[in-house]
């Protein structure tokens, strides 16, 4: 499974909405709140044996499904 499938597969549970555009803001669309964040940022720490500094938490990095795997990508190089 794809970085980009892991990511997608838990937003969707985390939200009970497939995401279908990666484009999509998140938080704008209603999908996510603030307390989802810590949710996801846990998961993506976990999952991906990354760690997710204080500046990297802003709406580029964590408002889109794009955003978040490029995030995560970026920080496994």
């Keep these: 499974m794809t970085v980009r499938e892991q990511i997608s597969d838990y937003i969707g549970e985390l939200t009970h909405e497939p995401v279908t555009d990666p484009s999509l803001n998140l938080f704008e669309a209603g999908l996510l709140t603030s307390l989802d964040?810590?949710?996801?940022?846990?998961?993506?720490?976990?999952?991906?044996?990354?760690?997710?500094?204080?500046?990297?938490?802003?709406?580029?990095?964590?408002?889109?499904?794009?955003?978040v795997v490029s995030l995560v990508e970026r920080l496994r190089a």
């Design 37 to 67: 964040v810590l949710d996801l940022i846990s998961f993506l720490e976990e999952t991906f044996r990354v760690s997710i500094s204080e500046d990297d938490v802003n709406m580029e990095s964590l408002g889109t499904m794009n955003g």
